[in-house]
């Protein structure tokens, strides 16, 4: 209650102090301000790539937080990366009230230094970013028009689509309209702006190695059980009964995390009757991204590798609770990613703050039955015939 009483003073803090004059003679410079985690990054990569075939003259530099350096270290088409520890995002709390704040005044004078042309906002509701961009004095502001972000901004933009990815893609519209380089959208859909990742062959070849050492062989479903949230998370008990499901069509189950899950997921396995092979905290995203274009299958809640499966071109079933599918859905073909999605509603829906803890009840009305059901459909439809 104090923290959303704290941002609101700071909010109207800034809204009331006069715009700083823009710094001489900006560089060609345009900056994303990308604060999300993994699974956000990715979704923002379509509207990175467009952007970058559109202007390619004007250097790219993308924000982001420390969390989504593996991503971004991986992908191209942009031209530097600027690392902060975006503050509510970092998934833990700030050691001081004022903390938040001493740091927009820092980084706003390490922006000002650099004094790009134009910053584009990639989270309707990032007031911080928002402001961050002000202070430094950058001419060009172009984000959503939400009620906290809209007082900074030189541009708020009126967002008609729904999709993350959709919403990336219109404000870089925005964006390029205000360059003079304007492009005709007539379409914004996963075929119009495709979301890819590119084979890496070093990556491939480690993965053979790990995959030799574990005795993994095709064919193999991956199935990535945690999120870096709990509330979008699944009981271990139903994945068991989807693993064994798994096991009696055939499937090799191979099981990712991050290195703090392998006990989780450790637990699972030895819950099952199948060979299960864990692969937690091993992979690196490269690794991960080349194991899941391997897979016949990958499931798992709304969370990045997910995401990532999406981008690899490999079917997938994405369980949804508390968030939204038509807003963080798989960016891909219906026919290939399929979402099995709740039915229970509640006035907290989209929040999956850390007071939300594992078996809301939006997750537990997800059956291991509607799971299983839906891995036999998609895997009789991507069958070669």
């Avoid at 005044?105 to 007031?127: C, F, K, N, T, Y």
């Avoid at 949230?229 to 064994?244: E, H, Q």
């Avoid at 229970?344 to 850390?354: A, K, T, Y």
Wanted: a positive charge; aromatic letters at 6%; hydrophobic letters at 45%.
């Amino acid at each position: 209650m104090m923290r959303a009483v704290a941002r609101a003073l700071a909010r109207a803090i800034g809204r009331s102090l006069p715009s700083p004059v823009t710094p001489p003679a900006p560089r060609r410079e345009i900056l994303l301000i990308q604060p999300d985690h993994l699974g956000d990054g990715i979704l923002a990569l379509p509207a990175l790539w467009w952007l970058r075939r559109s202007v390619p003259s004007l250097r790219l530099t993308l924000a982001i937080g420390p969390w989504n350096v593996p991503l971004f270290s991986t992908v191209r088409g942009y031209d530097g990366l600027l690392v902060l520890a975006f503050p509510g995002f970092t998934r833990q709390g700030p050691r001081t009230p004022l903390a938040p704040y001493r740091l927009l005044l820092h980084e706003a004078a390490r922006l000002r230094r650099r004094s790009p042309l134009a910053a584009v906002i990639l989270r309707d509701d990032h007031w911080w970013g928002a402001w961050l961009c002000e202070l430094a004095g950058i001419p060009l502001r172009i984000g959503a028009d939400h009620p906290h972000v809209r007082p900074f901004l030189t541009h708020p933009v009126s967002l008609h689509s729904t999709h993350v990815a959709a919403r990336n893609i219109e404000l870089v519209s925005a964006l390029l309209s205000l360059l003079g380089a304007d492009r005709e959208v007539a379409e914004i859909s996963p075929t119009r702006f495709p979301l890819v990742w590119p084979i890496d062959e070093r990556a491939q070849e480690h993965l053979d190695c790990i995959l030799q050492d574990h005795a993994v062989t095709q064919p193999f479903v991956v199935v990535h059980p945690g999120s870096g949230a709990t509330a979008k998370c699944w009981p271990a008990d139903r994945w068991t009964i989807v693993i064994d499901a798994l096991a009696e069509r055939g499937m090799h189950v191979v099981l990712t995390g991050s290195a703090s899950e392998r006990p989780e997921l450790e637990a699972i396995a030895r819950s099952t009757g199948a060979r299960v092979t864990v692969l937690a905290g091993i992979l690196s995203l490269p690794m991960l991204a080349e194991l899941l274009r391997c897979a016949q299958l990958v499931i798992g809640p709304d969370t990045g590798p997910l995401h990532l499966a999406v981008a690899v071109g490999t079917p997938s079933v994405h369980l949804f609770g508390p968030t939204h599918p038509a807003r963080f859905g798989p960016w891909g073909p219906s026919d290939r990613h399929r979402v099995i999605r709740s039915p229970l509603v509640c006035s907290r829906c989209g929040d999956i703050g850390p007071d939300r803890s594992l078996g809301l009840g939006c997750m537990i009305a997800l059956t291991p039955q509607q799971v299983i059901s839906t891995v036999d459909e998609l895997l009789s439809s991507s069958a070669p015939r």
